[in-house]
């Protein structure tokens, strides 16, 4: 099974920086490609970034792209978004989400699994 947490959320000004990580207490972690999506106030859950299985294969959103770094440990079980340069609108509840997949085709769909959220506040 695929158990995801979420942690390293919290409260930061404008330009600061702040790591997310997401921890699989599953076995099969290697075999998952893994996803970060957020939801920010009265908006829809968007796909921020997401990593393949290997982590050969990264995949950001637009608006993120410079600032945020998606990276990978299948030893740990561990996948993290490193977050730079913030802005207030990125503001948002942010989950970790999970599929098994080996393609890592449509990498903004398809998740089965899916942490319950963490916080993030970004102050101007």
């Known amino acids: 099974q695929v158990y995801l947490e979420e942690s390293g959320g919290g409260l930061v000004q404008a330009g600061d920086s702040l790591t997310l990580s997401c921890a699989d207490s599953g076995h099969t972690f290697s075999r998952l490609a893994v996803g970060w999506f957020r939801q920010g106030p009265g908006k829809e859950r968007d796909i921020v970034a997401a990593?393949?299985?290997?982590?050969?294969?990264?995949y950001y959103t637009d608006s993120v792209k410079g600032r945020f770094a998606i990276s990978r440990s299948n030893d740990k079980n561990i996948v993290d978004l490193e977050m730079k340069s913030l802005k207030p609108e990125d503001t948002a509840v942010y989950y970790c989400?999970?599929?098994?997949?080996?393609?890592?085709?449509?990498?903004?769909?398809?998740?089965?699994?899916w942490g319950k959220g963490i916080q993030v506040t970004v102050s101007s």
């Open positions: 990593i393949s299985w290997s982590g050969s294969h990264t």
């Open positions: 989400a999970a599929r098994y997949d080996t393609s890592f085709y449509a990498p903004q769909m398809g998740y089965n699994y």
